[in-house]
């Protein structure tokens, strides 16, 4: 990298360059790249399947699958706004949750039907909208909640009624500040990313609610998005 910095040239072509070091060093080198690429202020093609650098460093990411480009856009487009199942569950650690839903119209509203329980979520009005008029309601789709946006806060839980579940814990990771919980709902595993003060662990049952603003419906066939 040294050596190509001093020619000066337009253009950076970049394939991997950290991927042979270890995890602390890793860290470091992105910064001092993210540091050189805004003093020298030239293009920088980087090749990586790391999505953490890709986030860092990147002003347009390229996501592509078997030699086929999926979307291009801004690190945070493709974080809020995958065009896909595969951008959707590339982008972002741990990945989004997957959860397949019946679409039903219950009088005014439209909701989604987990598994055989009585479990439903109220879709926000302009997503609905999308969903009735793209004719989807009594057909499959798969509803997509990213872990961020699963909370345990009783407050929180008490303004969603809407989308409020309840489950068992059968995995508790503590990463210091925040804390993994994984559960399944009807059969599909998922993962809640909380606060570190969370009283939940291993064997409980509890109750969370999603945040629906942040709510991702893909077409189960096409796998595209239908509404995010």
């Known amino acids: ?3 190509a910095i001093v ?4 253009v950076f072509l970049m394939d991997e360059p950290l991927s042979n070091l270890d995890a602390k060093l890793r860290v470091q080198m992105r910064v001092e790249i993210a540091k050189i690429h805004k003093r020298l202020g030239a293009t920088i093609i980087y090749v990586t399947h790391d999505q953490t650098e890709a986030m860092t460093l990147g002003t347009r990411i390229v996501v592509m699958k078997d030699g086929v480009v999926q979307q291009v856009d801004s690190p945070k487009n493709l974080y809020d706004k995958p065009v896909n199942l595969f951008v959707a ?6 990945q989004m949750n997957f959860i397949d839903a019946e679409v039903e119209k219950v009088g005014t509203d439209i909701k989604l039907h987990v598994g ?4 439903y979520i109220t879709v926000p009005a302009e997503q609905a909208k999308r969903l009735e008029e793209g004719g989807y309601v009594g057909k499959t789709v798969v509803m997509g909640i990213r872990p961020e946006d699963i909370h345990d806060e009783e407050s929180f839980i008490a303004k ?3 989308s409020v579940f309840t489950t ?3 995995i508790y990771e503590l990463l210091g500040a925040e804390v993994y919980l994984y559960f399944d709902v009807e059969g599909f595993d ?3 990313r909380v606060n570190a003060r969370t009283e939940a662990r291993v064997g409980d049952e509890v109750k969370f609610a999603m945040d629906l603003s942040k709510l991702h419906i893909f077409d189960k066939d096409t796998e595209k998005v239908i509404t995010n």
């Open 160 to 162: 969603s009624p809407e």
């Open 89 to 94: 569950g590339f982008m972002g650690s741990p």
């Open 1 to 3: 990298m040294g050596r």
């Open 168 to 170: 068992t814990i059968r």
């Open 7 to 10: 020619r000066n040239p337009k």
């Open 190 to 192: 998922c993962t809640a």
């Open 116 to 119: 055989q329980a009585r479990t």
